[in-house]
């Protein structure tokens, strides 16, 4: 397994955010998987799922039964952790607007 740690734009000087993935399999395999959970920050289930994951395709890596390359990420919306409204987590919308960010991706 590799961890590779992607940096993302902090909203505040001196604070760092940033997006963590793991790496499975061979490099150059011709088939790749990627899984993502909790887009929306607030979805503690798929994290949970992800974790669990985690340890599994690190276990089928050592022995070597790995044929894909799967890139797994716990937490795709770090930002969103943090965001929350009048003492409720949010995750999903901007402050300035009541449409969800993460779809506004092209």
Do not use: C
Not at 64 to 77: E, F, T, W
Not at 81 to 89: M, P, S
Request: hydrophobic share 40%; charged share 15%.
């Amino acid at each position: 397994m590799q961890t590779r740690i992607h940096p993302l734009t902090s909203p505040t000087l001196g604070t760092a955010r940033t997006l963590v993935s793991h790496h499975y399999g061979p490099d150059d395999a011709s088939r790749k998987v990627y899984i993502q959970a909790s887009p929306h920050a607030d979805e503690l289930p798929g994290m949970v799922v992800a974790w669990y994951l985690k340890r599994h395709f690190a276990q089928l890596e050592r022995d070597g039964r790995l044929r894909a390359q799967i890139v797994l990420v716990p937490v795709a919306n770090p930002a969103g952790l943090n965001q929350h409204w009048l003492g409720t987590q949010m995750g999903r919308f901007g402050n300035g607007e009541a449409r969800q960010g993460n779809l506004l991706v092209p």
